[in-house]
């Protein structure tokens, strides 16, 4: 059993595979540049601050030859600017893994774990995508990340290397022990914007869109709470170190909540009343965007433990108030 390098582990997603990862008693060595990512967070496991676009840096770490798999989270993850600054997601997620895939391809790692997302299916007309919907993103962050999915299928292709591409729904909530969570300035997603105005972070908040043709005019997302996301990743670790063929999969629970069913979620949980102003549709918007992911289920033994947006909104809660109580705006 080799030792597993997670690059972007001091970030959200990533810092809590790390922590999982580790309490199963993994050794994880973690690099990250702390561009968004933050050093406490990454719990049990040795930081190496660094670009994975830096092939010193990466090379010194893959070159001690008992790296057995590269799990690879560092990427910027906002879609709106990503579409007013197209270049520095190309940049970073393209280009670098680009960069970090010819080391791992020169140093004969044996596994890539990809973090991906739905933004690579675009506005699929149903609604519902399984992994074999057609990808046609609409934005730079979904191409960004379709790139470096192409570019790992021909590397795998090509190469003894086998990987995994795990492709993210809606994540939210965090670690139930309240150690670790979403930190990310200035966020934009629901629920953590939510969940920021139930503590006084933030004045109100706006619904993008009530004319929708869904049951109540405002948009569906398929939830995960990232505890399952994390589990999905030792699965993917578990399968291919069984000798398991590549492969993509969604990471979804396979039904939604409407934006206005998340908002009275938040409301009920936290026992305030939130300030919620209507606003038009945000462009780019699918109507609903639900995954299919009984693949996960099938492949990994996945069972997911948190699929309850009662569960999701209660962690994510208990964050922002650590947040608030650590003095963290
Ligand atoms: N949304 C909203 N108000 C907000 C943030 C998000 O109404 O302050 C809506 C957004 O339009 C979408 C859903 O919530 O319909 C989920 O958006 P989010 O940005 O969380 O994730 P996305 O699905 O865009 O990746």
Redesign the pocket.
């Known amino acids: 059993m080799g030792r597993i390098l997670v690059t972007g582990g001091a970030g959200y997603i990533g810092s809590h595979v790390v922590r999982q990862l580790v309490e199963r008693g993994e050794t994880v060595v973690v690099l990250d540049n702390l561009s968004t990512g933050f050093r406490d967070a990454v719990i049990g496991a040795e930081l190496v601050v660094g670009d994975i676009g830096d092939r010193v840096a990466v090379d010194a770490l893959l070159g001690t030859g008992d790296i057995d798999t590269v799990m690879h989270f560092a990427a910027h993850t906002v879609?709106p600017e990503s579409v007013s600054n197209p270049l520095k997601y190309y940049g970073n997620n393209t280009c670098g893994t680009r960069s970090l895939l010819a080391a791992c391809a020169e140093a004969g790692v044996a596994h890539v774990v990809f973090s991906s997302t739905?933004?690579v299916y675009g506005m699929p007309s149903s609604g519902v995508a399984d992994e074999d919907t057609p990808t046609l993103p609409i934005n730079p962050y979904g191409w960004s990340k379709l790139m470096s999915e192409t570019m790992l299928r021909d590397l795998s292709a090509a190469t003894p290397l086998r990987h995994v591409v795990l492709r993210y729904f809606?994540v939210?909530g965090c670690d139930p022990g309240g150690r670790i969570g979403q930190n990310t300035p200035n966020a934009?997603?629901?629920?953590?914007?939510?969940c920021e105005h139930a503590v006084g972070k933030r004045p109100g908040?706006?619904?993008?869109?009530t004319d929708y043709d869904t049951p109540d005019g405002?948009?569906?997302?398929d939830y995960i709470h990232v505890e399952d996301l994390a589990a999905a990743h030792l699965g993917a670790l578990d399968h291919l170190r069984g000798g398991g063929a590549s492969t993509t999969l969604n990471c979804g629970y396979g039904h939604g909540y409407s934006?206005r069913e998340?908002l009275e979620a938040v409301q009920r949980i936290s026992g305030t009343r939130l300030d919620v102003r209507e606003?038009p549709?945000?462009a780019?918007?699918?109507p609903a965007?639900i995954a299919r992911s009984e693949k996960l289920a099938k492949i990994f033994g996945w069972t997911p433990r948190h699929d309850d947006l009662d569960v999701i909104v209660s962690t994510a809660l208990a964050w922002e108030r650590t947040l608030l109580a650590r003095g963290v705006r």
């Open positions: 879609v739905a933004a809606n939210a934009t997603l629901l629920i953590k914007v939510a908040l706006a619904i993008f869109g405002t948009c569906i997302r934006v998340v606003e549709r945000r780019g918007d699918p965007l």
